[in-house]
Structure formats: C-alpha cells, structure tokens
C-alpha cells in the first residue's frame, strides 16, 4: 500500500463509514440497515424487457456519516464483467445516499450516476411491509421506486415512472437481488 492508499483508508474512509445506525435513529425507522452488506442481482428489466437477455449486477450497501445515512453502490454490468466497450445506456454504476431526516420522520433519496447523468431525488418510507420510495427524475418526471419481496437475504425492486400520459405508470427497471455469502 502507498502513502496516497493508506491516507484515503484512513482518512476518508474511515470518516464515511460507520459501523451501524445512530444512536439516535429508532430501530422503527431503519427502513434500510437490513440491506447492508453485498447484494449480487439478476435484471429483467432496464429500460427494455431483458427476461430473455441474461442480465446480472452487483450492490453493495453500507453505513455511512455517522450512521444517520446508507450509502450504495448499483453496478451492472458486474465489475468482473465491465469493459471500456459498453454503451452508456446499457451500464450503471451510481450510488444513492439515503439520509435519516428527522423532521421529517422519512428518509431523503438521492441517486446519482455520473456515467449517464442521472440523478433522482425522492422520499422514501415503508407501506405494509414494503419500502416504498415517491420522487423525481431530474427533468420533474414523477417516479416511484419499490423494494417488495423483502427477505432477509433477498429483495425485488422495481422503478416506474409515469409517462406523458399523466396516467400511466411506465416499468422503467426490475431487479432481483440475492445476499453474498
């Protein structure tokens, strides 16, 4: 390891992370601390249908400022997987930032991926037993993303937004996640 390496593992990282939730965070209200750790999952759906098209990505999850926020990383193709070849629209390797508000008694989404510009903002709560998060695309399109089939080592999410239409609510993304050993 170099002095740069050893100055960001111990500098910013180690200012980042953190262990598990604030102190001051209720367990009732940690929507998303069941989701740390390392996720791998198959797409069936980005943007088209890729039910016959072999799909996969990766997710890792983790505490972060303090514990009052999770930070991810959503990368598809997986990163043994990624070459300098791919298309933009056909790569994702973002991060969301969900951040505690307590005021507010939700938690404030925020997903940027810098490889394709975009970048969402949205509210995130649970609804019965499913997390269920109400926002926008950069451009004010409405959108709503779902975890649903929650277990504890398994998830499906799902993105839609509603399209032109005023109405219709358009499948944008469908993901079926499975937690690493």
Known sequence: MNMLDDTVERGFHAALTAPARAADIDAADDLYGWLIGSWDMD???YRVDLGNARRRGEIHFGWVLEGRAVQDVWIMPPRSEHHAGL???DTMYGTTLRVWDPALRAWRVTYI???TGQRDELTG???GNDLVQIGTHA???PIR???TEITRDSFRWTGVALAQDGVTWTLE???HARRRR
Do not use: I, S, Y
Request: aromatic letters at 14%.
């Open 43 to 45: 797409v069936l759906h």
């Open 87 to 89: 298309a933009a629209a």
């Open 113 to 115: 991926n810098p490889r």
């Open 125 to 127: 709560r649970r609804v």
């Open 139 to 141: 451009d004010g399109t």
């Open 145 to 147: 993303w779902n975890f």
């Open 173 to 175: 993304a469908e993901f």
